[in-house]
């Protein structure tokens, strides 16, 4: 009917589909041969073919149209043609949602169905099935049940699937076929019993025990079908997953058992379930990766790929498990297949002994050319784990990298390689002036413009630090001279950080930013001057402030606050203090932002969580005159179990002088509803209850917020904690579920909540400092504090280091919130910004002998903030 094209012919382009340019309004006018008789089979089977690819093609029939040539295709059911009898079944289904009164055809279709022919009986059951709604399907019930159970496989098969489709409509009378299927399930031909089981699991899966009887019995007395047991396996699997995995049930050994299936599929389903079940022991996980092992040596290619594949799963969690496999593995290394010797490696990567790791990057480096980028990238990013798993290899493993970084490649792997050098670069300080020169020497050739400004400002972070920091100056500079305007301005920033951390460089400095002031771009010469002129003050704080460390604004936050101020003119200055931070630490956020942001601007940028909250509460009349919001708690606390009649969480908002509490409250009856809801607060400490701001209603099941207004303790400002008991009052008015009409008359309730607690961590906001030592200068020691504690309780640096940053709410910088192996002291360094714009740092020194001593040093700009880390932390 149609040519068939070899797969050469369509690379070299000698072959083209026929159909492709076909016209809707040709092909329907076409569709008119229907009516003529003789009925031609062949001329009317193309025609269909026809309307059946312009509707899988998307293209648009309207209602008449197709029911026109609906109808006109019914005549065809007078010919006997197999091909277009066939063809017609097809046209149906596909019309099915498209065409009116297409029942029309129910005779027909019901004739073949229970006709002699068993070629038309299966295909005029689903065609039958995708017309019949759940009012007709009651008429053809007794021919369904007889399809079920018919000896044809196709036609039995044909009935089942049907009746599954049949289940989102009419599940009430699919559930009466269930003896029919029950028989079906015990037939010896394996697509009909695997199609039975399904419907038969799906009209029981929201029956827990009836799933439970249904998979002992056919397990007890075996299957014939393999793709029946992979889904009593999928199904046993689930069941474990809701009781919580228990190992003694019946059904893990079921699943277990299926590891000695004679067929392959049937094992692989096992061993994958078990692999796949959460909370599994390397004990239980033995029999299942002893399979896959098996698989590994197998001559089927998708065998060895399934295996390896779920070997590499199993590798993520449990590596130890995967041991044993690591001779198979390393025989597939050498696989024809390159996805499978990709995933071979990566497995290696991840279970190899420190040892081996020599071995693996050579057996790598033998086949890195011939695979895929995308497998590259894989490959990269287990190397990354494997860097982190044995640091003292970062040597080798930094050498394979860089040999890596200098062949041909796309973005996303060089840019994988790039993100690994650099965590290795800051994970091991040993390795840092290496991986430093690597990268120097691949941007002399990057072509990635992302890539090389992100290189530039690792280098101005960390290169000053360096023995010799200035062997980095030539390859910065020739950034300026040799490239385009972003990497240029990129490279300005970078030398302006060595000036500004090394006093003997400075004069050096200096005269390359005056040649760069002369550049052909405007950014970049608007950045050499700025940071000429800095420079040139030789002002550490200065330095700190505008160079080192940079804004923590919000920059989307800055850019409205000075549009507001430009459109409302003040005599005060602009205010920097009245910008909400930056909920993303500026420094971590990737340096080639600022490069990609200049190829397409969005044109709105869109609103922070706490810039909506600001815009919520300064449309409230009670919080007018509090000033700019400071910061509101991360994640909102629940006061009450998510299954109670009401459901309350609360966030916490932060100002300068006083705290707003929002209640973000649910009601979950649906026969009553709440009006005036507030919550009633009683403080321990100082704080002062200054308004209640109610919700006007809460109807069932529709969330409202009530709000209260709380004042900071004058007389003791560094009482910043404190727990408050909550009581959340309404009046109740008891309603129609149905109609939901609400009763006039209501009656005062209350309802206790959960206390709620306020910590100093509610006062501070996150900021990163990039060089700690530069903000450590630039606050000063004129409100310095320092006082040393004991932690009774707690018994490694570890665990120290990770309760402070949590308990003060600060970012820990240049990554002192990791501590080395085997050390017994640490210096953990913090920063923040305290409610009203003040810088607080913090240097903790920690020892641990028997128990862990705490040194902490506390900066600011003011002295409160100093005396409430250290009141708070004592």
Known sequence: MLKKFDKKDEESGGGSNPLQHLEKSAVLQEARVFNETPINPRKCAHILTKILYLINQGEHLGTTEATEAFFAMTKLFQSNDPTLRRMCYLTIKEMSCIAEDVIIVTSSLTKDMTGKEDNYRGPAVRALCQITDSTMLQAVERYMKQAIVDKVPSVSSSALVSSLHLLKCSFDVVKRWVNEAQEAASSDNIMVQYHALGLLYHVRKNDRLAVSKMISKFTRHGLKSPFAYCMMIRVASKQLEEEDGSRDSPLFDFIESCLRNKHEMVVYEAASAIVNLPGCSAKELAPAVSVLQLFCSSPKAALRYAAVRTLNKVAMKHPSAVTACNLD?????????????????????????????????????????????????????????????????????????????REEGGFEYKRAIVDCIISIIEENAESKETGLSHLCEFIEDCEFTVLATRILHLLGQEGPKTNNPSKYIRFIYNRVVLEHEEVRAGAVSALAKFGAQNEEML???????????????????????????????????????????????????????LQQYTL?????????????????????????????????????VAATRQEIFQEQLAAVPEFQGLGPLFKSSPEPVA????????????????????????????????????????????????????????????????????????????????????????????????????????????????????????????????????????????????????????????????????????????????????????????????????????????????????????????????????????????
């Open 639 to 874: 006061l009450t179990e998510s299954e109670t009649e009401y459901v309350v969480r609360c966030t916490k908002h932060t100002f300068s002088d006083h705290l707003v509490f929002q209640f973000d409250c649910t009601n979950t009856l649906n026969d009553q509803t709440l009006e005036k809801v507030t919550v009633q607060m009683e403080p321990t400490e100082a704080y002062e209850v200054l308004a209640y701001v109610p919700a006007r209603s809460l109807p069932y099941n529709q969330p409202g917020a009530c709000y209260t207004l709380v004042a900071l303790p004058k007389e003791d400002p560094t009482a910043v904690a404190c727990t408050f008991s909550c009581v959340m009052k309404f009046t109740v008015k008891d309603c129609d579920p149905n109609t939901g009409e609400i009763d006039e008359e209501g009656y005062e309730d209350e309802y206790v909540l959960e206390d709620l607690e306020v910590t100093v961590s509610d006062h501070i906001q996150k900021v990163m400092k990039v060089n700690f030592e530069a903000a450590w200068d630039e606050v000063g020691d004129e409100f310095e504090k320092e006082e040393t504690f004991t932690l009774s309780t707690i018994k490694t640096l570890e665990e120290a280091v990770g309760n402070i940053v949590k308990f003060l709410g600060m970012h820990p910088c240049e990554r002192s919130d990791k501590v080395p192996e085997n050390k017994n002291t640490h210096t953990l360094l913090l920063a923040g910004v305290f409610r009203g714009g003040h810088d607080i740092l913090v240097r903790s020194r920690l020892l641990l002998l028997d128990t862990v001593t705490m040194q902490v040093t506390a900066r600011s700009s003011e002295e409160l903030p100093v005396d409430i880390i250290l009141a708070s932390v004592g």
């Open 568 to 604: 409302e003119p003040s005599e005060k200055p602009f205010d920097l203090k009245s910008v909400p931070l930056a909920t993303t630490p500026m420094a971590e956020q990737r340096p080639e932002s600022t490069a990609t942001a200049t190829v397409k601007q969005p044109e709105k």
């Open 329 to 405: 593995l390393e025989n597939l290394v050498t696989d024809s297949n390159r996805s499978i010797a990709t995933l071979a490696i990566t497995t290696l990567l991840k279970t190899g002994s420190e040892s081996s790791i020599d071995r693996l990057m050579k057996q790598i480096s033998s086949f890195m050319s011939e695979i895929s980028d995308e497998f590259k990238v894989v490959v990269v990013q287990a190397i990354s784990a494997l860097c982190q798993k044995y640091p003292r290899k970062h040597a080798v493993l930094m050498n394979f990298l860089f040999t890596m970084l």
């Open 507 to 561: 004069p050096s400095i200096l005269v390359l930013l005056k040649r760069c002031v002369m550049d052909d771009d405007n950014e970049v010469r608007d950045r050499a001057t700025f940071y000429l002129n800095v420079l040139e003050q030789k002002q550490k704080a200065l330095n700190a402030g505008y160079i080192l460390n940079g804004l923590t604004v919000s920059i989307p936050g800055l850019e409205r606050a």
